[in-house]
């Protein structure tokens, strides 16, 4: 894989998340995917799987920033650190996220892996 | 592992890294551990191997600083993104990584795999 690929697909997924574009984020993964989402969770196996999760993922009106350039390696898998913006009944609120992607041949996702724990969400307003 | 421990340790590497304490960095090391940096390349494995990788990093002069938060996980796993500042005689360079280091269950790193490609390498300034 190139580096410059790997990236470019990761960039595709921020972008097809905020645009609310379901398909164009599962279209990133090969059929037989694994999402581990967060790190610690039961993985998520294959297409239908990962279409529900990300079905629900967008419906939280959730939107992605990258918080730093997105790396490369010397393999076939990337990693990018973001931050999901929430706006919740209860106020706003961040979850700190750092996503590790490995890549097939065909430059498909074949695994994500989301890093991020209970003390990575912060509250961040609340609603009167 | 607790996820304010992880993220404690994964300070304390940066924090080792910077005051040149190969020792304070080996510590947080298991006996058997295993550390891939880049990512796609032989991985070292256990302490020796692992000390002398440290004493050649730490020569060049480099230093660390954190690109976004230290993100945990809800498993024995964190990861954080940042940058490597270099010193280098063509003048100074930035790399920009994110580690991904898992823990055993004394609260040491088992593994570490640093996510950098060679389009994560920048020239900052030539020296004249």
Known sequence: MDEKQMKAAMQEYID???RVD?????????????????VGSP????KAA????????????????????IRGSHGNSAAMAFD???NMPEGSAVIRVIDVMTFN?????????????QGDMELLGTKK
Request: proline fraction near 5%.
């Open 22 to 38: 379901v398909d164009g984020i599962v279209n990133l993964y090969a059929d037989d995917a694994t999402v581990e989402d967060p």
């Open 84 to 86: 999901v913006q929430l």
């Open 16 to 18: 097809a998340f905020n």
């Open 105 to 117: 041949e065909a430059g498909k996702f074949s695994s994500m892996r989301a890093y991020w724990g």
């Open 43 to 46: 993985p998520k196996v294959g």
């Open 50 to 69: 990962i279409a529900e999760f990300y079905q629900m993922a967008i419906k939280t009106g959730a939107k992605l920033s990258l918080a730093a350039p």
